[in-house]
């Protein structure tokens, strides 16, 4: 990908981050900021072929109501592909029982070009560690859709930052070039869903076997029944998280 080496740069500026002593925001809302307040002038120059330093990025954020930061936080990060970051509301019991924090692009849709897609899902680790103790080993991405195709190519050339991913709606294949980073991708777990009224349910299927195929043993695939590509409802997305969080396999009947 061409802005392979500025991806690589910005993990290692915003790795070091601390998070917040202060009391941290909790609930749903959104964070808005820029790549200067974000990274710092160095940071921030780094990134500039894709983002001003003054252009303004909005997250949408969901923490649990009982976030404690002695007990770091798992993460979900949301590629969609529309411009909106959020889940759905039934979800929040899910996320507050696995404390996990969601973090959603708002802007990142398929309109929007890919490398700004990437990086603002990249930039979400340091929007994070601003005010939160986030666990970077249950750091996962859920892409939705046309959202999918941009989480699978994060999940497949960041697997070290990754740990696992939901692919709804939609699926890519790496085609038949093995990714270079295959034993790290191998150790990560990936869940793929799809409606079976949905269009590109084979597609999903097929692209879940190639990644068993490859010795991707962590990799499973839901169908949901009598649904096209609405988002999933709080069982399935519960399974799914499940799965990726502990690997372990719920099966859900249909709703």
């Known amino acids: ?5 500025i991806t690589a740069l910005i993990i290692l500026l915003v790795s070091p981050l601390a998070w917040s002593e202060d009391d941290p925001r909790v609930g749903y809302f959104q ?3 820029t790549p200067l307040e974000l990274l710092g002038e160095e940071g921030a120059k780094v990134i500039s072929p894709i983002f001003p330093s003054d252009q303004k990025l909005t997250w949408q954020l969901s923490v649990p109501e009982n976030y404690d930061p002695t007990k770091p936080a798992g993460v979900m990060v949301f590629i969609g592909f529309a411009e909106w970051g ?3 509301k039934v979800w929040k019991p899910v996320l507050e029982d696995k404390n996990i924090i969601w973090i959603g692009l708002i802007g990142g849709g398929d309109k929007n070009p890919l490398n700004e897609r990437v990086m603002r899902a990249l930039l979400a680790q340091a929007v994070l560690e601003r005010e939160y103790n ?3 080993n249950r750091y996962y991405l859920f892409g939705y859709s046309g959202g999918a195709h941009v989480a699978a190519i994060l999940a497949t050339t960041k697997p ?3 740990k696992g991913a939901i692919y709804y709606g939609d699926a890519l294949s790496w085609g038949r070039n093995v990714p270079p980073k295959i034993d790290l991708i191998k150790q990560n777990k990936f869940m793929f869903m799809a409606g079976s009224r949905d269009n590109d349910v084979k597609e999903i299927r097929r692209v879940a076997d190639a990644y068993r195929e490859a010795g991707i043993i962590n990799t499973e695939y839901s169908e949901i029944m009598n649904v096209g590509r609405e988002m ?3 069982s399935y997305f519960e399974a799914a998280l499940e799965f990726i969080d502990s690997g372990v396999a719920v ?3 249909s709703e």
């Open 31 to 33: 964070e808005t900021v």
């Open 134 to 136: 986030i666990d970077l």
């Open 160 to 162: 070290e930052l990754f």
């Open 251 to 253: 099966t859900k009947e």
């Open 232 to 234: 999933p409802s709080v």
């Open 1 to 5: 990908m061409k802005n392979t080496a």
């Open 86 to 88: 959020g889940g759905k």
